[in-house]
């Protein structure tokens, strides 16, 4: 990280700083009385900003490029580990150097030539030559090309004997699939009522180990931690990953990935990653972020969903925004005390997007500025009960699973319905970015399904 990022003020610390403004100026009932007037999430999001704007509180906006003398440092350190056989932190290392190297440069060539180096020795053969292909698409030296050749045709002749293991296996699917509810067991129906509101209940008998629900998410988003090793937009597990031509985080496991993820809305949150990272920014507010950016054509068709699937409504499609809307955000239920940082967090996102990204600043004028505030505001409100995480396998040092790792979040509406227990009958699994939710106990007709949200 460097050190502009680690000067840079974190989400949480500006709304502690604007209530210690608001509190030395004995503003504090005055301000809450007013806020608590306010009737949309847009005039909560306008009415926040404009305290972040008189009190100086916007964060600093952070600018972190290609740049090839960073590209050269992480490489020779790259080398450095590779020598020692520490093969992850070299592959880390040189995965950083491509991240940062500009495009179709000799940086990046060497990059990717050193990373295939390692992929070898890993015996990953598949995606060493993936790797040895970018180098050489990136203007890759001449005066190398022989040894790099020679790598390459080992790793064709080796490549049949390369391990088979699947990342994942994908769920075969539903045994009798639900017309009313296309990702659900014939088996389960959605209900509602004044006590538990829209639940899933059994129609019939399930059985344990029977799959419920085979679910994708409408959106997911990647942790940063993991930023290097899945795809940015599928969530796959990569070692050979490409890099966004303009940011020095986003990495894909395909020119497909990187193709889909820029027109739906890597375009808006590419110039924003450098601050929203570095301001700590949480993985539920990037979603609510990833849904108003992807949302906004899909807002003026709100009015043709009714919001009753469940006791008389129609098709409940998961991957409809009009599902993922009508989620549950309890903003009756919520006081200021709840709202008010919410609102903190989503002003300053509108602040960075503002400030960095072009795209944005066009296609989200006029009154689409005002159905992003309400989205992104309704779905940080949405997220923390609804949500899902996201997890993989993890394994030691010996390639022995031994634990779940999580690896990002997504938005679910199907699952999100389910409502908690502390002793469930369902329970999750992660297929990629796939859930499948199982029965794990004896489910008998007319009994709700149950899931421990952790």
């Known amino acids: 990280m460097s050190d502009e990022e680690n000067n840079c003020i974190k989400v949480n610390d500006v ?14 009932g005055d301000i809450s009385q007013k806020f608590s007037t306010l009737n949309t999430n847009a005039e909560r999001v306008k009415f926040t900003g404009d305290l972040l704007e008189k009190y100086a509180l916007y964060p600093k906006i ?25 093969d992850h932190a070299a592959w880390m290392f040189y995965s950083k150097s491509i991240s940062f190297a500009t495009s179709n440069s000799e940086c990046l060539a060497l990059a990717y030539a050193n990373r295939s180096a390692v992929l070898y020795e890993k015996k990953m053969y598949k995606q060493c ?3 040895i292909t970018n180098a050489f698409k990136n203007n890759y030296p001449k005066r190398l090309h022989e040894k790099l050749i020679q790598r390459e045709e080992k790793a064709r002749e080796l490549q049949s004997s390369e391990a088979t293991d699947k990342y994942f296996e994908r769920p075969s699917g539903l045994k009798e699939a639900n017309r009313e509810i296309p990702c659900a067991s014939a088996k389960v129906e959605i209900r509602r009522t004044k006590a538990l509101g829209r639940h899933v209940v059994a129609k019939r008998r ?5 799959m419920v629900a ?12 993991h930023l290097r090793d899945h795809c940015y937009s599928c969530l796959t597990l990569c070692y050979s990953t490409i890099p966004c031509e303009r940011c020095v985080y986003a990495m894909f496991c395909s020119r497909t990935c990187q193709q889909q993820a820029w027109e739906q809305h890597h375009k808006y949150e ?8 570095a301001m700590d920014v949480s993985k539920m507010t990037l979603a609510a972020l990833r849904i108003a950016l992807v949302a906004r054509k899909h807002y ?5 969903y009714n919001g009753d699937h469940g006791g008389g409504g129609g098709v409940y499609r998961s991957q409809s925004y009009g599902e993922i809307h009508a989620l549950e955000a309890n903003t009756h239920l919520r006081n200021s005390s709840d709202l008010f940082p919410k609102a903190t967090a989503a002003a300053v996102v509108r602040y960075v997007a503002d400030k960095t990204s072009p795209s944005f600043r066009t296609e989200f004028a006029g009154a689409d500025s005002a159905i992003f505030d309400e989205l992104l505001m309704h779905h940080q409100q949405t997220a923390a009960t609804n949500f899902h995480e996201i997890n993989e396998c993890a394994e030691d040092e010996e390639g022995r699973y031994v634990n779940t790792l999580e690896i990002g979040a997504g938005a679910y509406a199907f699952l999100s319905l389910f409502n908690h227990s502390c002793s469930p009958n369902v329970v999750r699994h992660c297929h990629g970015t796939e ?9 008998p007709a007319g009994v709700e399904l149950l899931d421990n949200y952790g």
């Open 214 to 225: 085979v679910e994708r998410p409408f959106v997911s988003v990647l942790l940063k931690d």
């Open 300 to 304: 003026g068709e709100l009015d043709k």
């Open 129 to 131: 030559l993936e790797d």
């Open 435 to 443: 859930i499948i939710a199982r029965a794990i106990k004896e489910i």
């Open 270 to 277: 590419c110039p924003m990653l450098a601050t929203l990272y």
């Open 206 to 210: 399930i059985k344990i180990g029977e």
């Open 62 to 86: 952070i600018h972190e490029k290609k740049d090839d003398e960073l590209s050269v440092k992480y490489r020779q350190e790259g080398n450095d580990a590779f020598k020692r056989k520490q």
């Open 15 to 28: 709304f502690e700083e604007l209530c210690r403004q608001l509190s030395s100026n004995d503003q504090v």
